[in-house]
């Protein structure tokens, strides 16, 4: 048996239900592009609403991090990975985690204890040493030389604000070197294979520490490093999580791994990351915004990387590594088999697309490098390789640094945000990942969106349907289907019918009950294959039912004015409206 399967089967013998993987991007959460950690997606309930699955949960969750693509490339950094993860939502608490971490390490991994060494809270002004922890592993037989006190590294918080607590690492020895009787984290032959998150406070956005109304446990272990260990490699590409990938790339481009490590493992990330997103029920595709951007970049490296090892960047290539990762994943994460032609014609478009272009920007890039000043490319030669060719900023600098040539990276990001902005993009800020914001502002517009949506399908047509949403603290956008643009009488009406729910004072109601249930009463979703079998259905009125993760306000009137700012296309057979909430 495989981790996932021996963790999964562990957590649940010990009373935990499993939870599916929530999509790579967040559905209620603007702030970040994609869901970094396992706890991501539970923010509400670590917050303190109930679960419908109950108090002790576990998964993997699908995780996607691209905060930094140029570590990508050596042995152990990966675009996507699968966390592991076992929460107590105000149940049990440290003994219990603590000691499950460790039967699960040593009876069921058969990891002698003797390989394992610990670190815990010191203490600051704040909040004192986590002196529990620490007798805790004690008394499961670990020596005090192998526990070891650390203020900053043993505090979990996803970015600035929002749930935290002390937490407790569990490191492996992996080395055939004797075991030092002292454990130094700082040796890297020892690394970090699970993290134990004692929840029990929340940071404010102006930064004090409160308690939250229960004390949680969030625990995170990485599939694929931890998978190497276990199979005793120093490499995760040769465990047995990828070789099949290697080796289909071995075979495409008629070289050994051994000597193309850094393409090769670069190729292998990108593309099973690419996967991922394009096989997310959201439906992802390449743009130059946002996750499209960030799905577009990893096609593009990838064809690079493929280039350099003489694959014939017009093959079907893509297509077949794609297969290999499709096949080895879709046991788990049905979405691969649904969306499989989707993400391989993804992966084909985008691929004829860049390739069009690739060969001209590679001409541009060396005539105009043959006589730089200063060695260096200034920042209208790298926007206009972004902007005409295609070139994503770090395939530029990659190119220029295997050529030794400096790039004018801050005079291209400057470029690029005029342009961003012209467009009305993206703010740069959000690709810098960070914890979600389901601030007041938000939690209004959610609401809002089900007031819109049951507007439209009374004043435009009982047809109307959500085909996406996107909030953030400032204003809130609504896809729907609809076949025509709306007159200005429709969206007058709308706005009317909405304000008058608003003044009507209405409680929202939430109930919980089987998917199956929900969808016989009537409630509206947008992916029902994405919810788990319990849900969570929102009333308002007798005109709103929906499923939905949440937050909601209570009571309509807390809303403001509702005002429709534009009405414009967003694709074909689809409208977009822009709205904000106004005081009253
Ligand atoms: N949230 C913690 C982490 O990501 C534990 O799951 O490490």
Redesign the pocket.
């Known amino acids: 048996m495989n981790l996932k399967d021996l963790y999964i089967d562990f957590f649940k013998s010990k009373g935990h239900k499993q939870i599916p993987s929530a999509p790579v991007v967040p559905e209620n959460d603007p702030s970040v592009l994609f869901n970094t950690?396992?706890?991501q997606p539970l923010i509400p309930y670590l917050m303190g609403e109930s679960h419908p699955y109950g108090k002790r949960l576990c998964d993997y969750q699908k995780c996607i991090r691209t905060n930094d693509l140029d570590t990508i490339g050596d042995a152990y950094h990966h675009t996507f990975f699968e966390?592991l993860?076992n929460w107590s939502l105000g149940d049990y608490f440290k003994k219990e985690a603590i000691t499950w971490s460790f039967e699960f390490l040593t009876s069921v991994l058969k990891i002698p204890k003797e390989k394992l060494a610990i670190t815990v809270f010191a203490g600051n002004e704040l909040i004192g040493e986590d002196k529990e922890s620490i007798e805790i592993w004690k008394s499961l037989g670990i020596s005090d030389k192998r526990i070891c006190k650390t203020v900053d590294d043993n505090f979990?918080i996803?970015g600035e604000f929002g749930p935290c607590g002390p937490?407790t690492e569990i490191f492996y020895f992996r080395s055939d070197d004797e075991i030092p009787e002292e454990f130094d984290p700082e040796d890297e032959r020892w690394v970090e294979i699970w993290?134990?998150?004692f929840m029990q406070y929340n940071k404010t956005k102006d930064g004090k520490i409160e308690d939250l109304p229960k004390k949680n446990v969030?625990?995170?272990m990485g599939v694929e490093r931890t998978t190497a260990i276990l199979e005793g490699v120093n490499d995760n590409y040769i465990s047995s999580l990828w070789i099949d990938v290697i080796k289909k790339i071995e075979e495409i481009s008629n070289l050994p791994y051994s000597q193309n490590e850094k393409s090769m493992r670069i190729i292998a990330d990108h593309i099973r990351t690419a996967v991922f997103i394009s096989a997310d029920n959201s439906l992802i595709k390449p743009s130059n915004t946002d996750q499209g951007y960030i799905l577009r970049r990893l096609i593009r490296r990838s064809i690079r990387h493929a280039k350099k090892l003489g694959i014939d960047i017009n093959s079907d290539f893509m297509k077949e590594i794609a297969l290999v990762i499709i096949s080895k994943y879709e046991k788990y994460y049905k979405e691969l088999k649904q969306n499989k032609e989707i993400v391989l014609s993804v992966l084909e478009q985008e691929k004829i697309k860049f390739n069009r272009t690739l060969e001209k920007g590679l001409r541009e890039f060396d005539k105009n490098t043959k006589n730089l000043v200063d060695n260096k490319i200034d920042a209208s030669l790298a926007f206009r390789l972004y902007d005409t060719y295609g070139f994503p900023i770090e395939l530029t600098e990659e190119i220029a640094r295997e050529r030794n040539i400096e790039v004018d990276i801050d005079g291209f990001y400057q470029k690029f945000k005029e342009h961003q902005e012209k467009s009305r993009t993206a703010s740069a800020g959000k690709f810098k990942g960070g914890l979600a914001g389901n601030g007041e502002m938000e939690t209004k517009y959610h609401t809002a969106t089900h007031l819109l949506n049951a507007a439209l399908k009374k004043v435009v047509s009982e047809d109307v349907h959500q085909k996406g949403s996107n909030i953030t603290s400032e204003r809130m956008r609504f896809d729907f289907s609809c076949d025509h643009k709306l007159t200005d009488i429709e969206k007058q009406k709308t706005e009317e019918l909405v304000n008058k729910w608003i003044n009507d004072k209405i409680d929202i109601i939430k109930k919980e009950m089987p998917k199956e249930e929900a969808i016989k009463s009537g409630a509206e979703c947008m992916f029902i294959e994405k919810y788990p079998d319990m849900v969570t259905v929102y009333e308002i009125g007798d005109f709103s039912k929906e499923l939905c993760g949440g937050p909601h306000v209570k009571n309509t009137k807390e809303l403001g004015h509702f005002k429709i700012i534009k009405e414009e296309s967003s694709s074909a057979g689809v409208r977009r409206i822009k709205a904000v909430l106004e005081e009253k």
Do not use: I, S
């Open positions: 950690a396992g706890m966390m993860g979990w996803a937490d993290n134990n998150v969030d625990t995170g």
